[in-house]
């Protein structure tokens, strides 16, 4: 009796620690990389497994359902997982849940459908988050001015905006490569497509593709940008209706006076910016800190600003890490002014040494949208014609892991709100 009684026994335990969960740690020493592991929770989204996103739990960590074949994409693509049984799950969740943590157990609901919009013929490593992308294995379709102006942007859940300059001035490149063939044929491509889609100048055709992108997010979409393509968009919403191209941009000159009749209610995030008037100057108005930055690369660094995770999911999701001191990293439009910021926005990130702003995040309409100042969080000052950076010399960038935030935030299950 004694022997059958040990026996039931030792059945019922070993079923109370069997594996029930996959915890995918994210704090900075058990996690070999981060970066891949949003993309394991990606690849658990599409194929309708439940997952939820612990926030600030060990720098964010990611719960799965145990299953064989989530261990071994796991091991396939360099993931660090722990296994967890249903006691060790139900504990977790329960020091997450208690007030005195600041912490959340938010519930992602599906994988989101992910949009580049990108210049057709472009090489990954061209823009961070497509090179990101791609190493975190998450799957995205790249879009340009005719997919966006033919209303395509309603099959995504995410948009990302390549580093494009929206105003027609064709980056402001013109003062150190005017002469430069990529230039040159990069312009003439530009015009071509303009012509096709109807419009008789760059800078039109681009204002209406940035219309169309405010409108997605107006309805519901989510829209993250980096580098220029930040301020630009918000300058060409500005000036809609307004030529603040001059002659070599667009082959007439300036309205007289254009700055006086921008428009600073259509923007996103900025307001009563200066533009930048000389074609040779590499630079759109002063929102950027480029040039007034006076910061050695040693010290560049921003801090992530904390929030509350039960009261404050959104950002407190976008900035989920492993360290709050992120290295800085340089762009054509490297980090925004923070006096020309609109009081809506949320600053998410912040420089100590000067105050700029680095990480910003807003609402418009029923969506939401994010800027990220700089090009490549892991090369500080990348130039034209650089050498690719390699990801996997770089598996735990937390600068990256801003990016990817943004990517799985969408996936996160709405909450209702309180009547």
Request: glycine share 6%.
């Amino acid at each position: 009796m004694s022997k059958r009684f040990l026996f039931i026994l030792i059945i019922l335990l070993s079923i109370s620690v069997k594996a029930s969960f996959i915890l995918l740690p994210m704090d900075e020493t058990m996690q070999q990389n981060h970066l891949k592991a949003y993309g394991i929770t990606y690849w658990c989204l599409d194929k309708n497994y439940k997952a939820s996103w612990l926030l600030n739990y060990r720098g964010g960590s990611f719960l799965l359902p145990d299953a064989e074949e989530i261990r071994k994409e796991c091991q396939i693509r360099g993931v660090s997982f722990e296994i967890l049984s249903d006691s060790e799950e139900a504990r977790i969740l329960d020091e997450i849940s208690s007030p005195s943590q600041n912490m959340e157990t938010v519930i992602l609901e599906k994988a989101p459908k992910v949009a580049v919009y990108t210049p057709k013929g472009k090489q990954p490593w061209d823009d961070a988050v497509t090179l990101v992308l791609t190493y975190a294995e998450i799957p995205f379709t790249p879009i340009y001015d005719e997919e966006v102006l033919s209303d395509q942007l309603l099959l995504y859940d995410w948009l990302h905006l390549h580093h494009e300059d929206f105003t027609g001035q064709y980056g402001k490149f013109y003062g150190a490569y005017k002469n430069a063939p990529w230039y040159i044929e990069q312009k003439k491509d530009a015009e071509a497509l303009a012509i096709k889609l109807g419009y008789s100048k760059v800078s039109q055709e681009k204002g209406a593709v940035a219309k169309k992108i405010r409108d997605f997010v107006i309805g519901g979409g989510f829209m993250f940008a980096m580098c220029s393509a930040t301020d630009s968009f918000d300058i060409a919403l500005a000036a809609d209706g307004v030529d603040i191209c001059e002659a070599m941009f667009d082959g007439d000159a300036s309205d007289a006076n254009y700055q006086s009749k921008m428009n600073y209610n259509n923007s996103f995030a900025f307001k009563d910016f200066i533009l930048e008037r000389r074609p040779e100057q590499y630079e759109f108005s002063d929102i950027d800190m480029t040039m007034k930055r006076r910061i050695p690369m040693d010290k560049d660094y921003f801090t992530l600003m904390e929030f509350s995770a039960k009261w404050d999911p959104i950002p407190s999701m976008l900035c989920q890490n492993h360290t709050q001191l992120v290295k800085g990293f340089m762009g054509q439009t490297t980090s925004f002014d923070a006096s020309l910021i609109k009081s809506n926005i949320l600053v998410m990130g912040t420089c100590e040494l000067n105050s700029e702003a680095r990480y910003i995040h807003g609402e418009k309409g029923k969506g939401m949208f994010t800027f990220y100042g700089g090009h490549d969080p892991e090369d500080f000052q990348h130039q034209v014609g650089d050498a690719p950076t390699v990801l996997d010399l770089h598996p735990n960038s937390p600068g990256y892991r801003l990016i990817l935030n943004n990517v799985l935030f969408p996936a996160a299950k709405k909450k209702k709100q309180k009547t």
